[in-house]
């Protein structure tokens, strides 16, 4: 079985609504030797108006329990930055021109028979949607390829994500919902904590480049990680939301160079770059902060599938015709 760790270049929405950027992301990607590159799946029409976002809500101490987010702005910026169908379709076929694989996450149910029909090689569930199982019910029948991000999830929820993708090739990836994630909150010891599910574990990685360089993407590699996701740019970090915590072209060559490494040079490596990465591993059992809970308040439920004027949330069981 090969050493080498699957990376995974995330566009995200880098592109800006522009497809000549992602293009540019694409081929970028394939020449650094990334071995998928990925869209979102977002429609900005299945944003769902929830009240308590327009200008949240702290607790008697003060803590954020939900966050500001008002819904009209959101849905702006959204549309802005919208793909349609066609600039999917053009994005699978676009990658396997460039010699990378195409990869897709999806945040609604209503969307996965538009997209699964598209061509994309593997599917990717959000962490927000771990807990999901509807909609990991329907990605199973659809995709072959699978890879579950784990953050703002708990224990008994993994478990029973593992136990509804049991039988399909699946990837659960450790991961931190605080953006950008601190080096104090990684909490890398959960990559062996999944491993009681699939030997296979990846890490879905939201540091700032900017300031700790791709330092929790190799620690990961050396604990063990097989795959890395990492949200890429051709811009300058500022011209996106995403870009402070997005790799550039020179730094997905260096991921995809590292990952290609032995795991024992790879773990060599960290302790002479990172003597005291160790104390990044964390714990296998954590409780997960207030920002994760404030964050999966809002993200959990963010989309959904409308059907007869009703929003239906991924977590929900009707059935989709």
Known sequence: ????????????????????ILKRMIHESANAGAHYCKIQAIRSHELVYRERFEEGVRDASGIVTSIKRPFAPEKERLGRLDLTPEDEAWFVDECLRAGVAPMITVFTRGAIDEVAEMGFEAVKVASYDCASYPLLRDVRQRWSRIFVSTGATTDPEIARAASVLDGSDFEFLHCVTIYPTPLPALNLIRINYL????????????????ETGLAASKMAMAMGATSVERHFTVLDPSETKDGPVSVSPKELRQLVEFGQLSRAERVHRVNEEYSEWNSFWGTRDRTLSSEELANRDYYRGRFASIRNGRPVFNWEDEVFE
């Open 1 to 20: 079985m090969s050493e080498h760790v699957t990376i995974i270049s995330e566009c995200c929405q880098n592109h800006n609504g522009d497809r000549e």
């Open 195 to 210: 491993k009681r599910f699939t030997s296979a574990v990846g890490f879905s990685d939201h540091t700032r480049p900017g």
